[in-house]
């Protein structure tokens, strides 16, 4: 069975600086792929990154990046000069790619808050 | 880029209605969709499956004739929430995976609140 751990509830940060959120996982597949979604109070699912299990080097989008460490089963999201935009609930995901027909599994996700 | 519509984006009725809601691929075909539903301050938890021509897999403890889901096109997903109730009031998500690579792209969701 797949699952993902977000330990952190929530998250407190100041403007431009940069912040970590956890996430650990735990699968039995060889081959998956990890998902950052961001999600606004207004409801939306926003993707962030993506990095798949036989990706070498760690995914960047911009100000967002990837911590991956395989052997720890973590993926660590990391948001650098954090913007009060920020603000946010963020869920980490993940599913088998092995399986074209499977959901993503979330974790239970963290509330950011970006002060001035 | 992909992107993944619902209607209606809000909704309110009265204790025994049902509500259909639509979820539509606009950039690409679907032949999976996934419906999750959400609580305030919670996680997304799937609630089915979704598949073009077939019937839904739902996840356990999900009342299928509660919520019917018929995905009849490859565009085309709606999830029927029948004879709904107060707990029923909540966040409703769907997403629909893109063939042509390993995302899935969300619709806006759709807040059900039933009175």
């Known amino acids: 069975a797949q699952k993902i751990t977000q330990t952190q509830p929530g998250m407190f940060v100041q403007e431009k600086e940069a912040v970590t959120l956890d996430c650990t996982y735990d699968?039995?597949?060889?081959?998956?792929?990890l998902f950052w979604y961001k999600q606004p109070s207004s409801g939306e699912m926003i993707f962030l990154i993506y990095?798949?299990?036989?990706?070498?080097q760690n995914a960047t989008e911009g100000r967002y990046s990837l911590n991956f460490q395989k052997a720890r089963k973590s993926a660590n999201l990391v948001i650098s000069a954090s913007q009060l935009g920020d603000s946010a609930m963020y869920f980490c995901?993940?599913?088998?790619?092995?399986?074209?027909?499977?959901?993503?599994?979330f974790g239970k996700g963290t509330t950011l808050s970006v002060s001035s | 880029g992909a992107v993944v519509s619902q209607h209606p984006s809000w909704v309110i009725c009265k204790s025994g209605t049902s509500v259909k809601i639509e979820c539509r691929s606009l950039?690409?075909?679907?032949?999976?969709m996934f419906w999750y539903r959400q609580f305030p301050k919670q996680s997304l938890m799937l609630m089915a499956t979704?598949?073009?021509?077939?019937?839904?897999?739902?996840e356990q403890g999900v009342e299928k004739d509660k919520f019917l889901i018929n995905h009849a096109s490859l565009t085309l997903s709606t999830l029927t929430v029948t004879s709904a109730h107060p707990e029923d009031s909540s966040f409703y998500i769907c997403?629909?995976?893109?063939?042509?690579?390993?995302?899935?792209?969300f619709g806006p969701g759709t807040r059900l609140t039933v009175l």
């Open positions: 997403s629909a995976r893109d063939p042509r690579g390993d995302t899935q792209y």
């Open positions: 699968t039995s597949d060889p081959s998956y792929g």
């Open positions: 990095q798949g299990s036989y990706d070498q």
């Open positions: 995901a993940m599913r088998a790619l092995n399986q074209a027909g499977t959901a993503l599994i």
């Open positions: 950039d690409f075909q679907a032949t999976t």
């Open positions: 979704s598949n073009e021509g077939s019937k839904a897999t739902y």
